[in-house]
């Protein structure tokens, strides 16, 4: 029997999905979430996660850049 | 960046549909030309084809900008756009406004140049002199045309005279400076062949046609010189024609095959002369060649 | 702003997944979708099929021009030689967009070969505009000198006005007047304003941020295109009304043209028009008008680079540094509203605005809807003059440009597809079947044969599913 899973595909780099992955293994997001790992760029993870996934990546991307210009105050 | 890749930076950039395109027109009205002496009313007839073709070249696109010349016995004027306030013009019919106004502005202006011309001096068209004025037109438009913008321009001679060696100094001239501003030069010869405005078509990358018929002088226009030069390779147009290369002396204005060239300014002369007439340079007369003593055979 | 912030109670993950963006129809586009009879009626009016032509691309308008005199259909062979070896895709696209709007049909010819010939009324109305024939066109009634003769000058300050009424209304920024119930409507209909769920009034949504960043041209043609679709709501005609509108854009500027003979339906689109700002009239029973810039040359929506007259050219304003500072030489509200919508301003004086262009504020922007290409397009359309004669290639700063688009890819690292994973086939024949059926309805996301697996796009699992058992009971 074929088995049928619903669910999101993400698509991403490679350097990203390590950085889901780890997420996952550490339960940063309070519980597992990749349903199946696909290849290289593509992940398969669970719907309902997504909202706070993607907060976890827009602090991920606050915290990896730094203010470009002076504000001059 | 070795995982995230830009997409292809798309310049946009300013294709020929975004350019402006200039023509100006060169028509030859010259009274003593053969073909306007032959038939009467010929001359209207070949206006009223300039002017369809013109209206046809401002419906192109919205940007589009025209001037047309008369080049005279006596003198080269630009009668569209006139000298004086452009007139105010309503629709009479369901021609387009700016189209009813070029074709007024046309046949008003060259009924007044006509009429002005009081001599019946038979002189030749001054063409060189009204390709001059329309390269000193297109340099004004380039300089004030707005930042940021292409205005690619050509000029159109449409002419029944005959090859005039006694100007070609002169058109030697304007062709080279087209050529250095970019400016095409096509020409449509109505009666007779213009080996001279062959070359300059050769040189400017312009179309030269002799057409064979002139009542269908607008089918001809529209199908040869409508399209603009970005977009002439896109079409297939008449090939180019295999163009009368001599030379013209500088002393008769004759063309000539072989002939003598001064080596510091390479004027050409028919005939040999000690003084260069450009540059004035003095060259010895050659004389009579020496004659090597033969070495004599030993008789024995 | 509106509130469409990630974590908001409202938000679900289908706007993460599906962003519509705004869409700008050009006069192609819009009449290929009019049915026959309404083409029929528009090619009858000179300036419409003018209007047309001009839209056609370069190579079309070669190939009507060379048709235009000819009365006999020309063999198709005949109009493909037309075009030279390189050109021949291009020529099927144009022998396409020709079919599309009716300007071409195909006919046969005795002998059996078949040919286009261009269609008989808007051949007719194309010469008449080019050479003359037909009725003079509706506005181009004699007039007298108008004692209160209004100069271009005027009308450019006034229709900037009436326009700008409607953009600050978008904005909420509660300077001008308001403007009144009928241009609520329309932009409510056109999407670009939506009603607020608590308390009604209206509120500005994604495609209103993007619809303010276009340059006014483009502006004026989408907002008339949203209002042309109720016009029939309105007891008003159609044909009528895009009749009238063509021939505005082939106006003069600076003359006025005369209201006689217009029917009660045009009166009423010409009040519309004038608080739009696209007409000028000194009072409502005038018997004159004066068409204002936004009016000119409405359809050339081809022409997005460069300005089309010389007059036209817009005043530049802004200009861009390398260290990310902008500097806005305006007075304008609007226009210091819509530079706060991607640079956080710093300083305001009389005559300018300091603003410096950092991560967040263009992130705040990014999820408002607006895309960085709108931002940079609507920088370098503004862009002040000094900037454009240094080098007119590149404008902007290529760092800053370059920086903006990174801030934006930062954002899509991640993308998202809803969809059915389907794994662990029992044999290779299963799995190709399952593969192919999903490929040729164009619901296959990702496979991967070694694995045996492969995802479908969410919406089509039924289907496939009903598909998946059929197979298998038959098999």
């Known amino acids: 029997m074929v088995n049928v899973m619903k669910g999101v595909l993400v698509k991403c780099d490679p350097a990203m999905k390590q950085f889901l992955l780890h997420l996952d293994e550490t339960l940063k997001l309070g519980r597992k979430f990749i349903i199946q790992e696909l290849d290289e760029h593509h992940l398969f993870i669970s719907a309902d996660i997504l909202v706070t996934l993607q907060a976890k990546i827009d602090d991920l991307m606050d915290q990896i850049s730094f203010p470009l210009a002076e504000k001059g105050n | ?300 | 702003m509106a509130n469409n912030g990630i974590g908001s109670s409202k938000q679900d993950n289908s706007s993460l997944i599906t962003q519509t963006n705004l869409e700008c129809k050009n006069l192609y586009e819009y009449l290929k979708n009019q049915p026959q009879n309404v083409l029929d009626r528009l090619y009858i009016h000179p300036a419409i099929c003018l209007a047309v032509y001009r839209e056609l691309p370069e190579l079309a308008r070669q190939y009507v021009i060379r048709i235009l005199f000819v009365e006999q259909p020309v063999p198709q062979a005949v109009v493909a030689s037309w075009g030279s070896q390189a050109s021949s895709k291009e020529h099927n696209y144009v022998t396409k967009v020709l079919t599309d709007l009716n300007v071409w049909i195909e006919d046969s010819l005795p002998g059996g070969l078949i040919g286009w010939m261009l269609s008989p009324t808007f051949k007719k109305n194309l010469k008449a505009a080019l050479l003359g024939g037909g009725k003079p066109w509706s506005m181009s009634s004699a007039l007298d000198a108008d004692k209160n003769a209004r100069d271009v000058g005027f009308l450019d300050s006034y229709s900037s006005e009436r326009w700008e009424c409607v953009l600050h209304y978008m904005v909420g920024s509660q300077q001008q007047e308001g403007i009144s119930a009928d241009a609520v409507r329309i932009l409510l209909h056109a999407g670009l304003m939506k009603r607020d769920e608590e308390d009604g009034s209206p509120v500005i949504t994604r495609q209103g941020f993007q619809f303010l960043l276009l340059d006014r041209h483009a502006q004026v043609w989408h907002f008339l295109l949203q209002y042309l679709d109720t016009v029939q709501q309105r007891g008003l005609d159609l044909v009528e009304c895009l009749t009238f509108l063509f021939q505005l854009s082939f106006s003069t500027l600076g003359k006025d043209y005369s209201t006689e003979g217009l029917s009660p339906g045009l009166l009423i689109f010409l009040q519309h028009l004038r608080e739009f700002g696209l007409v000028y009239q000194r009072k409502r029973k005038a018997g004159r008008f004066y068409p204002t810039r936004l009016a000119l040359n409405i359809t050339n929506s081809q022409n997005k680079n460069a300005p089309i007259l010389e007059e036209d050219s817009p005043k530049g304003y802004i200009v861009v540094e390398t260290n990310y500072r902008v500097y806005a030489y305006t007075d304008s509200n609007l226009q210091v509203a819509l530079i706060a919508l991607f640079t956080e301003l710093m300083y305001r004086f009389p005559n300018l605005v300091v603003g410096v262009i950092t991560r967040d504020s263009i992130r705040q922007a990014l999820r408002g809807g607006i895309t960085a290409d709108q931002i940079i397009g609507y920088l370098k359309q503004h862009a002040h003059e000094r900037m454009l004669t240094a080098d007119t290639k590149q404008p902007l700063p290529p760092t800053v440009v370059d920086q903006i688009k990174l801030w934006e890819l930062e954002r899509n690292r991640l993308t998202y597809n809803e969809g059915v994973l389907y794994s662990q086939f029992l044999s290779q024949a299963d799995f190709n079947v399952l593969k192919e059926y999903a490929q040729s309805n164009g619901v296959l996301i990702w496979c991967n044969k070694e694995k045996r697996t492969l995802v479908i796009n969410k919406n089509a699992h039924d289907d496939v599913k009903k598909f998946w058992k059929k197979y298998s009971k038959g098999s």
């Open chain 2, 1 to 300: 960046m070795n995982n995230i890749e830009l997409p292809a930076e798309k310049e946009p950039e300013i294709t020929s549909a975004d350019e402006i395109s200039l023509l100006v027109v060169i028509l030859d009205t010259n009274p003593t030309q053969k073909m306007l002496r032959d038939k009467q009313n010929q001359l209207t007839n070949i206006v009223d084809s300039v002017v369809a073709f013109s209206n046809s070249h401002l419906m192109q696109k919205a940007q589009n900008k025209l001037a047309v010349m008369a080049c005279h016995s006596k003198t080269s004027q630009f009668i569209y756009p006139g000298a004086k306030k452009p007139l105010d013009v309503r629709q009479v019919d369901g021609q387009y406004e700016a189209f009813l106004l070029v074709e007024k502005t046309v046949k008003q202006n060259l009924a007044e140049l006509l009429a002005s011309e009081s001599s019946t001096a038979v002189t030749e068209s001054l063409l060189a002199g009204a390709i001059a004025m329309a390269l000193c037109y297109i340099a004004r438009l380039q300089r004030t045309k707005p930042p940021g913008s292409k205005l690619n321009s050509r000029i159109l001679v449409v002419s029944g005279s005959g090859d005039s060696a006694s100007q070609y100094m002169n058109y030697m001239n304007v062709f080279f400076t087209a050529q250095k501003l970019n400016v095409v030069l096509d020409v449509c010869a109505l009666d007779q062949h213009l080996s001279l405005l062959q070359q300059c078509c050769d040189i400017t990358g312009g179309m030269y046609l002799k057409v064979p018929q002139i009542t269908a002088l607008l089918q001809f226009l529209l199908w040869v010189f409508l399209p603009e030069p970005p977009i002439r390779e896109k079409l297939v147009l008449p090939p180019p024609v295999k163009v009368d290369y001599r030379a013209a002396c500088f002393c008769h204005r004759e063309l000539i095959d072989i002939g003598f060239v001064c080596s510091v300014c390479l004027s050409i002369f028919c005939k040999f002369s000690p003084i260069c007439t450009t540059c004035h340079m003095v060259f010895k007369i050659p004389g009579p060649l020496a004659v090597k003593p033969k070495k004599r055979k030993l008789k024995l």
